[in-house]
T-cell receptor, first 113, second 115 residues
Framework: DAGITQSPRHKVTETGTPVTLRCHQT?????MYWYRQDPGHGLRLIHYSYGVKDTDKGEVSDGYSVSRSKTEDFLLTLESATSSQTSVYFC????????????FGDGTRLSIL | DAKTTQPNSMESNEEEPVHLPCNHSTISGTDYIHWYRQLPSQGPEYVIHGLTSNVNNRMASLAIAEDRKSSTLILHRATLRDAAVYYCILGQANAGGTSYGKLTFGQGTILTVHP
């Protein structure tokens, strides 16, 4: 299995609080992705990174920011969490650009009350 | 963006072959066809991908129609562990023509395998 660790695995917090999710990889892959998964919507891309300090928006980026200061870590931040951001969040990595397989972490279940 | 269409659900018996269809009539010439699956309470798992030719790996086979408007994922002998949601996805390129491997997941096909 690809070395991807998401933390925390579960989190419950209140509306308006900041939340940071961490994705850590040991594969030295260049590309990293954050997705959210909600019933009826499948997985949707939030942000992705194509290198250290190189990031771009995905399909549902509003309310989220990301940072990648080193190859192995990709952070997803909810500056002021809202109940609509209750979801399961998955991180993924891939080695190369251009339609290479993505390997996913086990997910973080985030509940915002 | 090119879309895929899959049946909502399919059923199979254990140790029988399973053919999971996918339609992608608006596929572009540079789109790869990817298949992922997701077991309950887990992240998606890469299964196979291809461009034009049929592909085989230890998990499955991918049969791609000559006009590339459809494809079929083949599980040669289904096991109970193959029960999952299977996603057929087209790999998209960004506006600059360089693909960062962004994947757009649809609803997928829920595969039930009966003992």
């Amino acid at each position: 299995d690809a070395g991807i660790t998401q933390s925390p695995r579960h989190k419950v917090t209140e509306t308006g609080t900041p939340v940071t999710l961490r994705c850590h990889q040991t594969e030295n892959h260049r590309y990293m992705y954050w997705y959210r998964q909600d019933p009826g919507h499948g997985l949707r891309l939030i942000h992705y990174s194509y290198g250290v300090k190189d990031t771009d928006k995905g399909e549902v980026s509003d309310g989220y920011s990301v940072s990648r200061s080193k190859t192995e870590d990709f952070l997803l931040t909810l500056e002021s969490a809202t109940s609509s951001q209750t979801s399961v969040y998955f991180c993924a990595i891939s080695e190369k650009e251009g339609n290479q397989p993505q390997h996913f972490g086990d997910g973080t279940r985030l509940s915002i009350l | 963006d090119a879309k895929t269409t899959q049946p909502n659900s399919m059923e199979s018996n254990e140790e029988e072959p399973v053919h999971l269809p996918c339609n992608h009539s608006t596929i572009s010439g540079t789109d790869y066809i990817h298949w992922y699956r997701q077991l309950p309470s887990q992240g998606p798992e890469y299964v196979i991908h291809g461009l034009t030719s049929n592909v085989n790996n230890r998990m499955a086979s991918l049969a791609i129609a000559e006009d590339r408007k459809s494809s079929t994922l083949i599980l040669h002998r289904a096991t109970l562990r193959d029960a999952a949601v299977y996603y057929c996805i087209l790999g998209q390129a960004n506006a600059g023509g360089t693909s960062y491997g962004k994947l757009t997941f649809g609803q997928g096909t829920i595969l039930t395998v009966h003992p």
